[in-house]
C-alpha cells in the first residue's frame, strides 16, 4: 500500500480529512489503486498517518464523488466504471469543457494564455519524444489546468474535474491505441488556435471535439475488446 499511495504523508495545514481524501483520490486517477479493488482502512490509515476516522470521513467524500463503492459492511472497494455512465460522463465532458474553452477564449489573462501555450508544447514533446502514457495524460492535464482555470467559473471547473476523475483508466486505455497520442495533439492544437484568436464558438466546438473523439476511440475498443469487463483484466 505503501507504494500504491506514493509515500504521502498528510500536512497539518489543511483539514485531515481533506488530506486523506486527496491522496486517495489522487492513488485512484493514477490507478495506483484499481477499480474493483478492496481499500483496507488499516493500509489507509498507516499511510497517512491519520486515524480511521479521518478515513472514514476521506471515503464517504470520496463516496460521493463516484470513486469509491460500499458494500454494506463488507468494506469499500475503487468505484468501476459501467458503459453507460462512461458514455453519460462523456457527453457530459464535452459539453462542459466546450464550455470552459468558450469561456477562456474571452476571459483568460495574457498570462493565462501564454501558460497554454507552454502547456501545448509540453504535451508535443511529451508525444514527439515518444514518453509514456502517463507522462503524455500528465502533459495534457496541464495543459487543461490551464484552460479550466482561465474560464474564470471554479464551479465548472469542480464539475469538470469530477467527471474526469470518473473515467480515469478510460481516458489512460484511449490514449494508448495506435494514433492516438498524434491525433490528441492536433485536436488540441485545434483547442489552442481556437482560444488564441479569441473565438469562443470555435473554441467550444474544438475543445468538444476532442473529447468526442476520445469517447469513440475507447468505446470502438471496448467493442473490439469484450467491453468494460476487459479494463479490469490482469
Known sequence: MSNLLGG????????IREQVASIIRDAIVEMRLQPGQLLI??????????????VREALRQLEAEGLVESLNGRGTIVAVATRELAENVYEARAELEGLA??????????????????????????????????????????????????????ILVQMIGILQRRVSMLRVTSLRQPGRKAESVNEIKDILAAVEARDPAASRIAASRHVNQAARTIFAWLEQNGGMDSLLAP
Open 101 to 154: 474553452a468558450s469561456l477562456f477564449a474571452t476571459r483568460a489573462t495574457e498570462e493565462e494564455r501564454a501558460e497554454l501555450r507552454e502547456a501545448f508544447a509540453a504535451v508535443a514533446l511529451a508525444v514527439s519524444s515518444g514518453d509514456s502514457t502517463t507522462s503524455a495524460l500528465a502533459a495534457k492535464n496541464r495543459f487543461y489546468e490551464v484552460l479550466f482555470r482561465g474560464s474564470a467559473n471554479p
Open 8 to 15: 504521502r504523508q498528510v500536512e497539518r495545514h489543511a483539514p
Open 41 to 54: 482502512e488499516r493500509q489507509l490509515c498507516e499511510m497517512t498517518s491519520a486515524s480511521r476516522p479521518s
